[in-house]
């Protein structure tokens, strides 16, 4: 089997970008990360790819009529390079069918939250502010909703007493950083499965 070509979308900082090129560098992730898409083109995640040696694709939503006008030039990046799974990684826009149909089963997000609780904008304020003792990490298909797709996997992250936004965003972070390698990597050796909403791993 070849090294899974990924694409990575990202609109922020880019921790979760630099997880994964990590686990490539290192060999613990067999893929290859062929495109960065960016939709903020002062976002620190470019630079980062571009440290990588990264392809990138950086644009301003504003330029195009609507969404479904920049995901078709998008979806000819990803076809062009033969791009296998597209990871969302802080990539702060809803996906449209333009991407979603021929990517299904393959569009994988992660959310600072266990789904289905707190979907949505500020997953772990949601968490902190209702007072639920635990809260997580999800990374679960794409299906065009709102963080609704099939789950792949969680992660638990207690709340402490005295925790603050900031606090838990760290620790919210560390766990994302640790899943989504992970998750990528279970897809890259074919042991993962989609069966209607029920993901299936592969020991």
Do not use: W
């Amino acid at each position: 089997m070849g090294k899974l070509r990924m694409a990575v979308f990202a609109s922020g900082q880019g921790s979760n970008f630099q997880a994964l090129a990590d686990a490539v560098r290192q060999g613990k992730l067999d893929g290859t990360i062929e495109l960065l898409v960016c939709d903020k083109p002062a976002a620190p995640v470019v630079e980062r790819a571009r440290r990588e040696g990264v392809d990138t694709f950086v644009f301003s939503p504003k330029d195009y009529p609507s969404r479904e006008a920049y995901e078709t030039e998008i979806l000819a990046e990803l076809e062009r390079r033969g791009v296998e799974l597209v990871v969302l990684a802080g990539y702060m826009r809803i996906v449209t069918r333009v991407l979603v149909e021929p990517y299904y089963g393959r569009m994988i997000n992660i959310h600072p939250a266990l789904l289905p609780s707190f979907p949505g904008m500020n997953g772990i304020r949601q968490a902190l502010e209702y007072g639920v003792k635990v809260t997580g990490v999800t990374v679960h298909y794409v299906d065009g909703g709102m963080d609704s797709g099939p789950i792949i996997a969680q992660r638990a992250v207690e709340i402490e007493d005295g925790d603050t936004e900031t606090s838990l965003t760290d620790r919210i972070h560390a766990a994302e950083q640790a899943l989504l390698p992970h998750v990528a990597q279970l897809i890259a050796q074919g042991r993962v499965s989609l069966e209607g909403r029920r993901v299936r791993i592969r020991a």
